[in-house]
């Protein structure tokens, strides 16, 4: 695949992490919505606003949906490049098989997602995911599947689960800094998510992406260690229910 139009607004963006793996979500017809970040919580920025059409700014990146290229919202399209790892390439099988197998898993399809090499990246190898629209059904799915991405980059097969705990625990080396404190904390929640399939989250995805907050908080209070500890009953307390 080649992307047809790439960023070229310049953004000053505060971020926690400068190295590793970099995301950036592309439109239905390949064209690139945001520059490529290292922190994953600005894709969740980004869905919220193109589902609810609101522009979000927080940490020096913005996204306006009304003016800005559309992101995918029949399923996710996601680019992600690491320009410190020479072995990329031959990662991206890995993390495919892991992200097919946790699909399974969590009840959202097996065997969905696809990777394709961008022909037209200047930086480095660069490969588009497409993944089932099951993920964008809530944030925290979003943003256990970019947490996923990174931890599949060291699968070499066998029981997924397995090769988590074995980052979580330091047993394999984390393919990113602190993917293994992110699996420690959020780990009860992503087994119950694997136990109900994800049936705690609302039928409706627009109910799970709540346009009545404060933008902000898509970023600091919806990810996957957020549903775990509690702090994203502040976007939406209907995932707390019972299932």
């Not at 992600?80 to 991206?92: A, C, E, P, Q, V």
């Not at 809530?138 to 997924?160: C, F, H, K, N, Q």
């Not at 074995?166 to 984390?174: F, G, H, L, Q, W």
Request: proline share 6%; hydrophobic share 35%.
């Amino acid at each position: 695949m080649k992307v047809t139009k790439w960023f070229n607004r310049p953004l000053r963006i505060a971020q926690t992490v400068w190295s590793g793996m970099q995301y950036s979500l592309i439109s239905d017809d390949d064209c690139q919505c945001h520059p490529f970040v290292f922190c994953k919580e600005f894709v969740l920025d980004v869905t919220w606003a193109s589902i609810n059409m609101k522009p979000v700014n927080v940490y020096g990146f913005s996204y306006y949906p009304k003016k800005d290229q559309p992101t995918s919202l029949s399923g996710v399209r996601v680019l992600i490049r690491n320009m410190d790892d020479r072995h990329f390439s031959g990662r991206i099988p890995n993390a495919l098989n892991f992200i097919n197998n946790l699909e399974n898993e969590l009840g959202l399809g097996f065997g969905s997602s696809t990777a394709e090499l961008c022909e037209n990246a200047e930086k480095g190898p660069t490969y588009l995911f497409t993944c089932p629209k099951s993920w964008q059904q809530a944030p925290p799915l979003l943003s256990l599947l970019t947490l996923m991405l990174r931890v599949g980059m060291t699968y070499e097969g066998g029981d997924i689960w397995l090769h988590a705990c074995d980052v979580a625990d330091n047993v394999i080396k984390p393919y990113q800094f602190r993917d293994d404190t992110h699996l420690r904390q959020a780990w009860y929640c992503i087994q119950n998510l694997a136990k109900t399939k994800c049936k705690q989250f609302l039928p409706n995805q627009k109910d799970n992406w709540p346009s009545i907050i404060r933008e902000w908080y898509i970023h600091e209070y919806s990810g996957i260690v957020a549903l775990s500890n509690g702090d994203a009953r502040k976007v939406c307390p209907g995932w707390y229910r019972n299932v």
